[in-house]
Protein backbone atom coordinates (compact mmCIF):
# COMPACT_ATOMS: atom_id res chain seq x y z
CA UNK A 1 0.00 0.00 0.00
CA UNK A 2 1.08 3.39 -0.74
CA UNK A 3 2.08 5.40 2.07
CA UNK A 4 2.21 9.19 2.35
CA UNK A 5 3.22 10.65 5.57
CA UNK A 6 2.61 14.21 7.00
CA UNK A 7 4.95 15.52 9.05
CA UNK A 8 2.51 17.12 11.49
CA UNK A 9 -1.13 16.29 11.82
CA UNK A 10 -1.73 19.73 13.81
CA UNK A 11 0.40 22.94 13.62
CA UNK A 12 -0.12 26.33 15.03
CA UNK A 13 1.85 29.36 14.03
CA UNK A 14 2.05 33.23 14.54
CA UNK A 15 1.14 35.88 12.04
CA UNK A 16 4.23 36.24 9.76
CA UNK A 17 6.36 32.96 10.73
CA UNK A 18 7.65 31.18 8.01
CA UNK A 19 6.46 27.93 8.30
CA UNK A 20 7.46 24.27 6.41
CA UNK A 21 5.08 21.34 6.16
CA UNK A 22 6.43 18.21 5.29
CA UNK A 23 5.56 14.99 3.37
CA UNK A 24 7.26 11.62 2.64
CA UNK A 25 6.15 9.05 0.39
CA UNK A 26 7.40 5.59 0.10
CA UNK A 27 6.19 4.36 -3.14
CA UNK A 28 8.89 6.18 -5.08
CA UNK A 29 6.21 7.99 -7.04
CA UNK A 30 7.40 10.85 -9.70
CA UNK A 31 4.71 13.10 -8.75
CA UNK A 32 3.81 15.11 -5.54
CA UNK A 33 1.13 17.59 -4.89
CA UNK A 34 0.18 19.92 -2.16
CA UNK A 35 -3.83 21.18 -1.39
CA UNK A 36 -5.48 22.90 0.88
CA UNK A 37 -9.18 21.90 1.78
CA UNK A 38 -11.93 24.60 2.83
CA UNK A 39 -15.30 24.02 3.93
CA UNK A 40 -17.62 24.38 0.69
CA UNK A 41 -14.45 25.07 -1.54
CA UNK A 42 -13.35 21.62 -1.93
CA UNK A 43 -9.81 20.84 -2.83
CA UNK A 44 -7.55 23.91 -4.22
CA UNK A 45 -4.05 22.41 -5.76
CA UNK A 46 -1.39 24.79 -4.34
CA UNK A 47 2.04 23.53 -6.25
CA UNK A 48 2.89 20.30 -8.07
CA UNK A 49 5.84 18.25 -8.83
CA UNK A 50 6.58 15.91 -11.74
CA UNK A 51 10.53 15.45 -10.60
CA UNK A 52 13.01 16.23 -7.43
CA UNK A 53 13.66 19.78 -8.42
CA UNK A 54 10.57 20.40 -10.69
CA UNK A 55 7.83 22.23 -9.73
CA UNK A 56 4.67 23.54 -11.18
CA UNK A 57 1.88 25.95 -9.13
CA UNK A 58 -1.11 24.86 -9.10
CA UNK A 59 -4.43 27.31 -8.82
CA UNK A 60 -3.90 28.78 -5.68
CA UNK A 61 0.23 29.56 -5.55
CA UNK A 62 0.60 32.79 -3.90
CA UNK A 63 1.95 33.21 -0.44
CA UNK A 64 3.51 29.48 -0.93
CA UNK A 65 6.80 27.56 -2.33
CA UNK A 66 7.45 24.28 -2.54
CA UNK A 67 11.22 22.49 -2.39
CA UNK A 68 11.68 19.00 -3.99
CA UNK A 69 15.18 18.29 -2.96
CA UNK A 70 14.55 14.47 -2.70
CA UNK A 71 11.94 12.24 -5.00
CA UNK A 72 9.95 10.93 -1.84
CA UNK A 73 10.12 14.15 0.08
CA UNK A 74 8.06 17.38 -0.69
CA UNK A 75 8.05 20.10 0.96
CA UNK A 76 4.95 23.31 1.27
CA UNK A 77 6.59 26.67 2.46
CA UNK A 78 4.41 29.43 3.88
CA UNK A 79 7.11 32.24 3.59
CA UNK A 80 4.91 34.76 5.84
CA UNK A 81 1.95 33.16 7.27
CA UNK A 82 -1.38 34.99 7.58
CA UNK A 83 -4.63 34.22 9.09
CA UNK A 84 -6.32 33.46 6.11
CA UNK A 85 -4.04 30.39 5.40
CA UNK A 86 -5.37 28.48 8.13
CA UNK A 87 -6.77 25.56 6.90
CA UNK A 88 -6.34 21.38 6.48
CA UNK A 89 -3.35 20.93 4.06
CA UNK A 90 -3.00 17.71 2.01
CA UNK A 91 0.01 15.77 0.56
CA UNK A 92 -0.70 13.43 -2.35
CA UNK A 93 1.57 11.48 -5.00
CA UNK A 94 1.27 9.52 -8.09
CA UNK A 95 2.46 7.71 -10.26
CA UNK A 96 1.65 7.01 -14.14
CA UNK A 97 -1.81 5.71 -15.12
CA UNK A 98 -2.28 5.67 -10.68
CA UNK A 99 -4.71 7.90 -9.04
CA UNK A 100 -3.15 10.19 -6.39
CA UNK A 101 -2.98 8.98 -2.84
CA UNK A 102 -3.14 11.16 0.42
CA UNK A 103 -1.57 11.79 3.44
CA UNK A 104 -3.93 12.50 6.38
CA UNK A 105 -3.12 16.12 6.27
CA UNK A 106 -1.92 19.19 8.84
CA UNK A 107 -4.61 21.28 10.63
CA UNK A 108 -3.16 24.68 10.33
CA UNK A 109 -4.03 27.34 12.57
CA UNK A 110 -2.36 30.85 12.17
CA UNK A 111 -3.04 33.39 15.00
CA UNK B 1 -19.78 28.19 -12.67
CA UNK B 2 -17.62 25.28 -11.23
CA UNK B 3 -16.47 22.89 -13.50
CA UNK B 4 -17.58 20.15 -11.43
CA UNK B 5 -21.03 20.59 -9.11
CA UNK B 6 -21.50 18.25 -6.03
CA UNK B 7 -24.30 18.67 -4.02
CA UNK B 8 -22.67 18.67 -0.34
CA UNK B 9 -25.48 17.20 2.01
CA UNK B 10 -25.70 16.55 4.31
CA UNK B 11 -27.53 13.26 3.78
CA UNK B 12 -28.77 10.62 5.92
CA UNK B 13 -29.98 7.35 5.39
CA UNK B 14 -30.71 4.08 7.36
CA UNK B 15 -28.76 1.13 7.28
CA UNK B 16 -28.87 -1.21 4.75
CA UNK B 17 -30.25 1.27 2.20
CA UNK B 18 -28.96 1.97 -1.09
CA UNK B 19 -26.92 5.37 -1.10
CA UNK B 20 -26.38 7.46 -4.31
CA UNK B 21 -24.38 10.19 -4.45
CA UNK B 22 -23.45 12.30 -7.62
CA UNK B 23 -21.35 14.84 -9.59
CA UNK B 24 -22.39 16.88 -13.04
CA UNK B 25 -18.98 18.62 -14.96
CA UNK B 26 -19.03 20.86 -17.54
CA UNK B 27 -15.75 20.05 -18.99
CA UNK B 28 -16.61 17.08 -21.93
CA UNK B 29 -12.64 16.82 -22.07
CA UNK B 30 -12.96 15.07 -18.45
CA UNK B 31 -12.33 10.94 -19.28
CA UNK B 32 -10.91 9.65 -16.13
CA UNK B 33 -13.30 9.22 -12.99
CA UNK B 34 -12.15 8.64 -9.50
CA UNK B 35 -14.17 8.32 -6.56
CA UNK B 36 -12.55 9.29 -2.98
CA UNK B 37 -13.67 8.87 1.00
CA UNK B 38 -12.91 11.01 3.26
CA UNK B 39 -13.50 10.23 7.21
CA UNK B 40 -13.71 13.30 9.70
CA UNK B 41 -9.83 14.82 10.61
CA UNK B 42 -8.03 11.87 7.87
CA UNK B 43 -7.36 12.61 4.28
CA UNK B 44 -8.88 11.11 1.21
CA UNK B 45 -8.64 7.92 0.26
CA UNK B 46 -9.10 6.67 -3.33
CA UNK B 47 -12.30 4.10 -3.50
CA UNK B 48 -12.09 3.20 -7.14
CA UNK B 49 -11.68 4.74 -10.71
CA UNK B 50 -13.35 4.31 -14.31
CA UNK B 51 -12.40 5.64 -17.88
CA UNK B 52 -14.67 6.86 -19.81
CA UNK B 53 -18.65 5.79 -19.64
CA UNK B 54 -19.87 2.39 -18.34
CA UNK B 55 -20.17 1.27 -15.06
CA UNK B 56 -17.41 -0.32 -12.60
CA UNK B 57 -18.12 -2.62 -9.56
CA UNK B 58 -16.44 -2.80 -6.39
CA UNK B 59 -17.94 -5.36 -3.48
CA UNK B 60 -21.30 -2.97 -1.93
CA UNK B 61 -19.70 -0.12 -4.21
CA UNK B 62 -20.75 0.82 -8.05
CA UNK B 63 -19.17 3.74 -10.10
CA UNK B 64 -21.18 4.65 -13.14
CA UNK B 65 -20.44 7.33 -15.98
CA UNK B 66 -22.63 9.26 -18.44
CA UNK B 67 -20.47 11.36 -20.38
CA UNK B 68 -23.29 11.99 -22.30
CA UNK B 69 -25.13 13.74 -19.78
CA UNK B 70 -21.86 14.73 -17.82
CA UNK B 71 -23.12 12.63 -14.75
CA UNK B 72 -21.14 10.89 -12.33
CA UNK B 73 -22.58 8.46 -9.61
CA UNK B 74 -21.13 6.30 -6.68
CA UNK B 75 -23.43 3.58 -5.47
CA UNK B 76 -23.41 1.78 -2.22
CA UNK B 77 -25.49 -1.03 -1.48
CA UNK B 78 -26.19 -2.27 1.82
CA UNK B 79 -25.06 0.83 3.54
CA UNK B 80 -23.22 0.50 7.06
CA UNK B 81 -22.65 2.65 9.55
CA UNK B 82 -18.78 2.86 8.20
CA UNK B 83 -19.64 3.99 4.99
CA UNK B 84 -20.39 7.41 7.09
CA UNK B 85 -18.15 9.99 5.24
CA UNK B 86 -17.28 12.27 3.05
CA UNK B 87 -16.87 11.23 -0.82
CA UNK B 88 -15.62 13.41 -3.06
CA UNK B 89 -15.61 12.88 -7.24
CA UNK B 90 -12.63 13.85 -9.07
CA UNK B 91 -11.87 13.84 -12.60
CA UNK B 92 -9.31 14.85 -15.73
CA UNK B 93 -9.35 14.88 -19.04
CA UNK B 94 -5.42 13.19 -19.47
CA UNK B 95 -4.84 9.47 -20.01
CA UNK B 96 -1.74 9.96 -18.46
CA UNK B 97 -3.95 10.70 -15.17
CA UNK B 98 -1.38 10.14 -12.62
CA UNK B 99 0.81 12.56 -13.97
CA UNK B 100 -2.00 15.18 -14.32
CA UNK B 101 -4.05 17.68 -11.97
CA UNK B 102 -7.18 16.62 -10.31
CA UNK B 103 -10.62 18.90 -10.51
CA UNK B 104 -12.49 17.63 -7.68
CA UNK B 105 -16.14 18.01 -6.27
CA UNK B 106 -16.68 19.76 -3.20
CA UNK B 107 -17.79 16.55 -1.68
CA UNK B 108 -20.76 14.91 -0.47
CA UNK B 109 -21.27 14.31 3.78
CA UNK B 110 -22.92 10.96 4.42
CA UNK B 111 -24.46 9.76 7.18
CA UNK B 112 -25.66 6.27 7.91
CA UNK B 113 -28.04 5.54 10.57
CA UNK B 114 -28.26 2.24 12.24
Known amino acids: DVKVTQSSRYLVKRTGEKVFLECVQD?????MFWYRQDPGLGLRLIYF???????EKGDIPEGYSVSREKKERFSLILESASTNQTSMYLC??????????FGDGTRLSIL | QKEVEQDPGPLSVPEGAIVSLNCTYS??????FMWYRQYSRKGPELLMY????GNKEDGRFTAQVDKSSKYISLFIRDSQPSDSATYLC??????????????FGTGTRLTIIP
Open chain 1, 92 to 101: ASSTQNQPQH
Open chain 1, 27 to 31: MDHEN
Open chain 1, 49 to 55: SYDVKMK
Open chain 2, 27 to 32: NSAFQY
Open chain 2, 50 to 53: TYSS
Open chain 2, 90 to 103: AMTSSSNFGNEKLT
